[in-house]
């Protein structure tokens, strides 16, 4: 008796097929995308350099992002210290995580959106940026704080510039927490250079920033490591 064609995939067949099509279902329409929120605002995700990327749309920062499997294939973009900024199921749908909404809020695509990418600067533009960073942190923190760069080369300048960028939103936001001006008290002062790694430490009255373009595109410390380094207080008291 001759065989009847298969008409669609076989029960034996059936969870590849299906596990093949749910992935396909889960990848990214655009590799820049811009995301509405279900409670308001919104945000960029770029998917198109060497690791995932967000820009909200109320403020200037780009998180760098790190990608983990959580519960039921899920994908999870976390922050430098970890914590869960995407969320990413298979099917593709999309919650993230904010301060004001920990517990999550849905997001839904909308289209395609810019790269999000640092411009290259030259010394005299990386010294205005330091110089109106250290005007806003200071009113921020009611005291002046200094922003200096060392060893800056053409690799690093627009990246360090991020960084300061970066760090003042740190003391902005400190400076309207509970307690927050009280730490920023001991802060005197920024200095970013280039390093291996993108690090952060607080040593003597001094935020030591480094940022590490050979790492990687946009390889600095965020404003939640920054801000956590500085709630954990000054490692070192000021010389003599």
Same mark, same amino acid.
């Given at each position: ?17 299906? !596990? ?59 922050? !430098? ?160």
């Amino acid at each position: 008796m001759a065989g009847v064609a298969s008409q669609g995939p076989s029960a034996v067949a059936a969870p590849a097929w299906l !596990d093949f099509h749910l992935k396909e279902k889960s990848r990214p329409a655009f590799p820049v995308a811009h995301y509405a929120v279900a409670t308001g605002g919104g945000f960029v995700l770029d998917r198109g350099g060497a690791r995932p990327s967000l820009r909200f749309d109320d403020s200037p920062e780009v998180w760098l992002l790190r990608s983990a499997r959580g519960p039921r294939g899920d994908e999870i973009l976390a922050d !430098d210290l970890g914590g869960p900024l995407l969320r990413i199921n298979r099917l593709g749908g999309v919650t993230v995580f904010t301060p004001r909404h920990p517990e999550g809020s849905a997001a839904a695509l909308e289209g395609p959106a810019g790269p999000l990418r640092l411009a290259r600067l030259d010394a005299g533009a990386l010294y205005q940026r330091l110089v109106a960073a250290s005007a806003r942190a200071s009113r921020a923190a009611q005291r002046l704080i200094a922003f200096q760069a060392l060893d800056v080369d053409a690799d690093s300048a627009a990246l360090i510039a991020d960084a300061a960028l970066v760090a003042t939103e740190s003391v902005v936001q400190l400076a309207t927490s509970p307690g927050g001006r009280q730490r920023l008290s001991q802060v005197g002062r920024f200095d970013f250079t280039r390093g291996r790694a993108a690090e952060v430490r607080f040593e003597g009255g001094v935020i030591h920033i480094a940022v590490a373009p050979d790492a990687g595109p946009g390889e600095r410390p965020s404003s939640a490591r920054i801000r956590q380094t500085i709630l954990q207080g000054d490692h070192r008291p000021p010389g003599p």
